[in-house]
């Protein structure tokens, strides 16, 4: 159904974006750039995969819209489609939303991961000679250090230019006849040649510099220097330390969570706002749970967007504090955010009462953040009780207390005792093993009925 946006005293509608796509000839591309860049964005994230292409594609404005993109969603567009789709958007990327996504991708932890790095410098020589210089003008000298510390050998002729002896070097290439490089992964060779040779055309004094940084730095220092940067950048982008990722698992007793709600209407105003979010977590109205059901009692634009903003910070807080690697790759947002989106379900959930209308008045009233910690507490309170009831069946004249559990009641028992309990759902399961992240008080519900049981 077509949107209205009031714009001066006339109302502009804007078409959908199954009526952009279907239009038939030119008429797409007259709809849709009829739009303002920040009405054609509003669509663009709206949508995932060959849709979101698509009408990238249709703009006339190509360049800025990719660059008004949230960095995330641009690595989400990668991974859904592949490079070879991608790679135009890739191309169009800012300094910054480039910089991101090799943040994200090309390291695990705080350790380089040359693997991804050789495949992200393919895809920056796949984007062509002007990409390659943009990146180069403004590339921190210990980024490109780093990488050429982890991907090539570097030599140097010695005082009389006589070239090194190195007799079991491979794949050994020279752009001046000065530095040699053996290139260590034979994949890099193609795009790192490409890469270097334009930097030394371009920059034959800062290629100098670099090559005898390179030389003499040792590759371990190194990395600890550009992980301390882009721990930086991480943190401006909203994935923290550690040690402050880990503070969302503040545990609540039941008396410290009912002074949660003395929160409301508190200091919205002081929050901090993200510029440029995704818009993957809010995408939940038309879910059937406890959540989908408050959002739609939520009416106030403000709020929502402040809700969704603060679920993408918790999403990212709960990938750093549950340490999983390659941050922002797709799979990982998607557990973080069902995680983060079930916690607060949970949340909303004890402090209305299991009341929809009252859980909509604490949306983006309450600090979201909070909402997690309760409903982790709430998580914590029911493993807590059945590690208690582990230890006393583990007597053996209680020992049959278990034998009696019929298969999914003992499975259920079970992922309350994992060192993060989940809530066993079985076959319907896009899990693996079958268990998943509390979602719904339903679920907390049937594990306390059970253990009520056992006792």
């Not at 990722?245 to 008396?255: C, G, L, N």
């Not at 679920?311 to 557990?335: P, T």
Request: net charge negative.
């Amino acid at each position: 159904m077509a949107k209205s946006i009031r714009k001066a005293d006339s109302v502009q509608k804007v078409p959908s974006v199954s009526e952009i796509l279907r239009a038939k000839g030119d008429e797409g591309v007259q709809k849709f750039n009829s739009l303002t860049l920040k009405q054609q964005l509003a669509l663009v994230l709206d949508t995932t995969g060959k849709e979101r292409i698509e009408l990238l594609y249709l703009s006339d404005r190509f360049n800025s819209l990719v660059q008004a993109m949230p960095a995330a969603e641009i690595l989400f567009t990668y991974e859904e489609v592949g490079m070879d789709v991608a790679l135009p958007i890739l191309a169009a990327t800012n300094h910054e939303q480039f910089t991101f996504l090799t943040d994200l991708s090309c390291w695990n932890k705080d350790e380089i991961n040359p693997g991804a790095l050789v495949d992200w410098l393919q895809i920056l020589a796949e984007c062509g000679e002007e990409k390659i210089q943009q990146w180069l003008a403004k590339v921190e000298p210990e980024w490109l250090i780093l990488i050429l510390k982890s991907l090539v050998n570097i030599y140097k002729c010695d005082d009389e230019g006589e070239p090194p002896d190195i007799p079991d070097a491979n794949n050994l290439y020279t752009i001046d006849g000065l530095y040699y490089f053996e290139f260590l992964d034979s994949k890099s060779i193609d795009s790192l040649q490409n890469i270097l040779s334009i930097f030394r055309d371009e920059d034959p004094d800062g290629f100098r510099g670099i090559m005898e940084a390179a030389i003499w730095t040792d590759l371990r220092e190194m990395e600890i220097y550009a992980s301390h940067f882009r721990q930086s950048r991480m943190s401006e982008w909203g994935f923290p330390e550690l040690d402050e990722a880990v503070e969302i698992y503040q545990y609540f007793t039941p008396s410290e969570r009912k002074k949660v709600v003395r929160e409301l209407e508190k200091g919205l105003s002081e929050w901090a706002e993200l510029s440029s979010a995704p818009h993957y977590p809010i995408k939940l109205q038309h879910g059937t749970g406890f959540l989908s059901i408050c959002l739609k009692h939520v009416d106030d634009g403000k709020r929502m967007t402040r809700f969704s903003q603060e679920l993408v910070l918790l999403a990212n807080k709960v990938q750093v504090a549950d340490g999983m690697e390659n941050l922002g790759a797709l799979e990982n947002v998607r557990l973080a955010s069902k995680k983060a989106i079930g916690y607060v379900t949970l949340g909303l959930a004890e402090l209305s009462a299991n009341d929809p209308l009252k859980a909509a008045e604490l949306i983006g009233r309450v600090h979201t953040e909070r909402l997690f910690q309760v409903g982790f507490s709430q998580v914590e309170d029911v493993a807590r009780k059945a590690r208690q009831l582990a230890e006393q069946v583990g007597l053996a004249e209680n020992a049959r207390a278990l034998d009696r559990l019929d298969s999914r009641d003992r499975e259920i028992f079970d992922g309350l005792l994992k060192p993060q309990p989940k809530f066993f759902i079985g076959g319907s399961s896009m899990t693996d093993d079958g268990y998943i992240d509390f979602q719904e008080p339903e679920q907390l519900q049937k594990c306390w009925d059970l253990l009520k049981r056992i006792k």
